[in-house]
């Protein structure tokens, strides 16, 4: 025979509640991190005990990231009610849903600063852990992946530079090359001068101071004149 349906109902002892809360809720948090690894999903897991406590999972986005996109969607949805007594009472129902999850991301924030620890027990604490230690690989992980790209970037215009600088120098060589071919000094030009023959010069002086001696020279002997002569005797 097949096993019977069972009914729901909630366990009377207190002792058998709390350890069927503990097995189904650890249960409840493998389900949903199996789900997010197999499904590629999303999956934000919020579970409060009659006590008080918050249990959470998230995937690697964090908890607010998948609220703000179930508020937007939820949202989006809203205006496409017309508004209206309906609309006024999902309003009144949703303000006591945004008020227990804000309260529950509070009471997150402190657990992660440290802050109301004592009623959690060991595995809340190993599950607080492993948040951490999953937020901080993810925070290294996102850092490591900006200073890769910056160093591309800086890498790419380094290289950039020098294609630019290489190009810049091989342009002014052919400029220099091709105005030095085309400037062509013109050859200097021959200057004739007389020759001059040592022997020949002193010929010609020698020549022209016998010219000079042959010529008659002036006389130096004047005739004076008689009123002079007369003169002079006085």
Request: net charge positive; glycine share 4%.
């Amino acid at each position: 025979m097949g096993r019977g349906r069972v009914q729901l109902r909630q366990i009377e002892n207190k002792i058998s509640r709390q350890v069927t809360f503990s097995k189904r809720r650890t249960g409840l948090l493998k389900k949903a991190h199996e789900i997010s690894v197999l499904c590629d999903a999303e999956v934000a897991l919020i579970v409060f005990s009659n006590k008080g406590k918050l249990f959470e999972f998230s995937t690697d986005s964090s908890m607010e990231r998948i609220l703000d996109r179930y508020e937007q969607q939820s949202n989006a949805e809203r205006q496409l009610v017309p508004t209206g007594s309906e609309s006024q009472g999902n309003w009144s129902l949703e303000c006591p849903k945004l008020m227990s999850t804000i309260e529950a991301l509070q009471r997150n924030l402190r657990h992660f600063l440290g802050e109301e620890l004592d009623p959690l027990s060991l595995r809340d604490l190993q599950l607080l852990e492993q948040q951490i230690d999953t937020s901080l690989k993810r925070i290294r992980t996102r850092k490591e992946r900006a200073l890769q790209n910056q160093n591309n970037m800086l890498a790419k215009k380094l290289k950039e530079n020098e294609k630019t600088q290489t190009e810049h120098a091989q342009c002014e060589q052919q400029n220099l090359s091709q105005n030095s071919s085309s400037f062509i000094q013109p050859p200097p030009a021959t200057i004739e001068f007389p020759s001059l023959t040592i022997g020949g010069s002193f010929q010609a002086i020698e020549g022209a101071n016998k010219e000079a001696e042959t010529q008659p020279q002036p006389s130096t002997n004047t005739v004076i004149p008689p009123w002079m002569l007369s003169h002079v005797n006085r």
